[in-house]
């Protein structure tokens, strides 16, 4: 059973119509038992990034992600739920996030050109960094993913999975063994969308090493 966090900042409808599309289990929850109960877990998020991490402070569902990614249950977060992922945040102030992985969620205005536009909105190729992720097992070479993002991973080094161009190498993907995040909205990109959810849905331990 696929857990997804409700946290109050969440696509929740879409996400879960995703799941029900590949033939998968899942629950949108609050629960921490629920949560506990789950094979893997996905955080979602859009949104500003210190309100969606005071929302998983108050809830008490920080402590329950970190005890659950540090028992190696897998954990997927999407868009702002990628952000929470990192260490810190740099989105009007500067805040603590989630620490499982590695980097610093920042402004994409610091790398594109000023001719670019902010939100980045929009279909864009994937561009896979190192050995392909198990979570792109099902994925081609020249595949497009939809992103609605102004802010990004940054200094998040070898957990880079993927990244996009947008005038600049924007990070699009990140992983640390069971820990993942994507920038862009698998439930809204399409076919290519749903093969990483299914990939997700069946990774194994061996995949995560």
């Given at each position: 059973m696929i857990a997804i966090v409700d946290y109050g900042v969440g696509n929740l409808f879409s996400l879960n119509c995703s799941f029900k599309a590949i033939g998968e289990e899942a629950v949108v929850t609050s629960d921490p038992e629920t949560l506990k109960k789950a094979d893997k877990i996905v955080?979602?998020?859009?949104?500003?990034?210190?309100d969606a991490a005071a929302k998983l402070k108050a809830s008490g569902l920080e402590e329950i992600l970190k005890e659950e990614a540090a028992n190696g249950k897998p954990l997927l977060g999407i868009c702002l739920g990628m952000q929470l992922l990192l260490d810190s945040s740099e989105e009007y102030g500067n805040h603590k996030g989630l620490g499982l992985?590695?980097?610093?969620?920042?402004?994409?205005?610091?790398?594109?050109?000023?001719?670019?536009?902010?939100?980045?909105m929009g279909w864009n190729e994937l561009l896979y960094r190192g050995k392909k992720h198990p979570l792109f097992r099902y994925l081609g070479e020249h595949e497009y993913v939809y992103f609605v993002h102004s802010f990004a991973g940054f200094?998040?080094?070898?957990?880079?999975?993927?990244?996009?161009?947008?005038?600049?190498?924007?990070?699009?993907?990140?992983?640390?063994?069971?820990?993942?995040?994507?920038?862009?909205?698998?439930?809204?990109?399409?076919?290519?969308?749903?093969?990483?959810?299914?990939?997700?849905?069946?990774?194994?331990?061996?995949?995560?090493?």
């Open positions: 955080l979602p998020g859009v949104g500003a990034f210190a992985i590695r980097g610093t969620n920042r402004s994409i205005g610091e790398v594109i050109p000023e001719e670019y536009k902010i939100p980045h200094d998040c080094g070898e957990n880079t999975i993927a990244v996009t161009d947008y005038g600049a190498d924007i990070t699009a993907a990140i992983a640390n063994k069971n820990v993942m995040g994507t920038q862009f909205h698998p439930e809204k990109s399409g076919e290519t969308g749903l093969k990483i959810l299914k990939a997700f849905c069946e990774l194994k331990e061996e995949d995560l090493c």
